[in-house]
């Protein structure tokens, strides 16, 4: 770990406990060095890796500086797709992680949708109904369960899912693998999982999200076959 890296992670933990508040400003570079005994270099690169994880936003000009915030949605997808980019994943580990993750959020979701978000996952879903062209379907589906895990009200789990969003169209979203029967089954699955949401029941929203995710692993690989696998996965199959 760098000395930037080591600050950042001191500076994020003081914000995870409270001790600083959001919108309060942070020390000027100088007196954050002479307070951290670090070069002021390391400060300004503690800063650039907190900024991009959205636990601090910098403002120009009169009455600016560096400042605490939170993360969002946005920033928790920026950190896990910069994460995930460099990592390198497998169709199978991925597969495994939204089928634990999604069930998640669609049972938070049943809790807390509101009217307009339902009304969205049916506008998507007729869409998705009457799909001529793969890549709108596609497209589709993939706004179907990042809606889902906004109306789960947790921004880091939609964070989470919206970082994946790339690696998943990249792993799974094949266009030259998926099939209409495969388009057929998915629309069958959402409606399912849309009719527990209506019905605000979380537990049958996450059994339905389950049963859909759990089907859609089974077509690439049992995660306990890694080990006869390729290193860099399997042939994609069409996202669920």
């Avoid at 001191?10 to 070069?39: D, N, T, W, Y």
């Avoid at 993360?71 to 992680?97: F, H, K, N, T």
């Avoid at 789990?157 to 209409?180: F, M, Q, S, W, Y």
């Amino acid at each position: 770990m760098t000395a930037a890296q080591d600050l950042a992670e001191r500076i994020k933990a003081r914000i995870m406990r409270g001790e600083l508040a959001q919108g309060v400003p942070l020390p000027p570079e100088r007196q954050l060095a002479e307070h951290e005994r670090v070069s002021r270099t390391t400060v300004r690169g503690a800063l650039s890796l907190l900024a991009a994880e959205g636990f601090v936003r910098r403002r120009v000009g009169r009455g600016g500086g560096t400042f605490v915030t939170r993360p969002d949605a946005e920033s928790v997808a920026a950190s896990i797709r910069l994460a995930v980019g460099s990592a390198g994943l497998d169709a199978a580990d991925l597969a495994e992680a939204r089928a634990h993750l999604e069930p998640v959020c669609a049972r938070l979701a049943a809790e807390r949708i509101g009217e307009d978000a339902l009304a969205r996952l049916d506008r998507l879903q007729s869409r998705m109904a009457r799909a001529a062209d793969l890549r709108e379907f596609l497209a589709d589906n993939s706004a179907f369960h990042r809606l889902i895990a906004e109306a789960s009200g947790n921004s880091v789990l939609a964070g989470l899912l919206k970082g994946l969003d790339a690696p998943i169209h990249e792993l799974t979203d094949d266009p030259a693998v998926v099939t209409r029967a495969r388009m057929h089954e998915t629309v069958r699955a959402h409606e399912a999982i849309l009719f527990a949401l209506r019905r605000r029941d979380p537990v049958q929203a996450a059994a339905a999200m389950r049963k859909h995710l759990l089907a859609h692993a089974e077509l690439i690989e049992s995660p306990y076959e890694r080990g006869r696998r390729p290193q860099h996965g399997v042939a994609p199959a069409g996202r669920d």
